[in-house]
């Protein structure tokens, strides 16, 4: 779907649209993250409430280096997954992602979506690994990235902190992008 727009469906039949986020789409994802509790902006790393930043974001968006892949309801922003990428060094192959979802959209196979569409993007755009860091407590991101190809690969013992000032236990997630590819089509022979 490279730079396309791609409509689907929850599992209880919401009519859900996926697209890269463009710049017009900057209030909207402000309201999405001003919806979000402390405890889903853990997951990332700017201060979304500052309407500067999100500002920011919208005005510089570089494809190159981020790709934010936003899923709408009804016209208003309920997910938003990137895939992050490096242009030079040992790592100009990997791409990185995240995934957040409104808690109200949860557990109806939304990050599924979401994961398998940067997995296909990921593909076009000749990328060899996808990589996620999870906690390990996090059953429906596990779970999310097992249905788009993705296998664990590590545990890095207390490596986060959450709200709370605990220390969280991260998985390494990869995608092999070029065999799951691969195992797909044979499967269709
Ligand atoms: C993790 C997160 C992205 C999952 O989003 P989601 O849209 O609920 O994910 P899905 O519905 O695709 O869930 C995948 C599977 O896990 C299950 N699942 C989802 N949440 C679950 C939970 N809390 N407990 C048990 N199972 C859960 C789903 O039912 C689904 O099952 P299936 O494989 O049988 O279809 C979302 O909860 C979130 O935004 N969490 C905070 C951010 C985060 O943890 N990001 C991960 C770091 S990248």
Same mark, same amino acid.
């Given at each position: 779907?490279?730079?396309?727009?791609?409509?689907?469906?929850?599992?209880?039949?919401t009519p859900v649209t996926l697209r890269p986020m463009v710049k017009e789409d900057e209030?909207?994802?402000?309201?999405?993250?001003?919806?979000?509790?402390?405890?889903l902006l853990m997951f990332i790393r700017h201060n979304v409430r500052d309407r500067k930043v999100v500002r920011e974001w919208s005005q510089n968006l570089d494809?190159?280096?981020v790709l934010p892949l936003v899923a709408l309801v009804d016209g208003e922003i309920v997910a938003d997954a990137t895939l992050h990428r490096v242009p030079h060094g040992?790592?100009?192959? @990997?791409?990185?992602?995240r995934v957040v979802v409104s808690p109200r959209y949860q557990n109806q196979g939304? =990050?599924?979506?979401?994961?398998? +569409?940067?997995?296909?993007?990921?593909?076009e755009l000749g990328l060899e690994k996808l990589w996620a860091? @999870?906690?390990?407590?996090?059953?429906?991101?596990?779970?999310?990235?097992?249905?788009?190809?993705? =296998?664990?690969?590590?545990?890095? +013992?207390?490596?986060v902190k959450n709200a709370q000032n605990q220390n969280l236990d991260i998985l390494i997630m990869v995608c092999d992008i070029a065999s799951y590819f691969d195992r797909r089509w044979s499967q269709k022979t």
């Open positions: 779907m490279m730079f396309g727009s791609k409509e689907s469906k929850l599992k209880d039949g209030e909207s994802l402000y309201r999405f993250f001003l919806s979000l509790s402390d405890e494809y190159e280096r040992w790592k100009r192959h @990997i791409g990185r992602i939304m =990050a599924t979506l979401m994961l398998n +569409e940067l997995v296909e993007l990921g593909h860091e @999870i906690p390990l407590d996090s059953v429906g991101a596990i779970r999310a990235c097992r249905n788009a190809g993705f =296998a664990c690969k590590a545990v890095i +013992e207390e490596l």
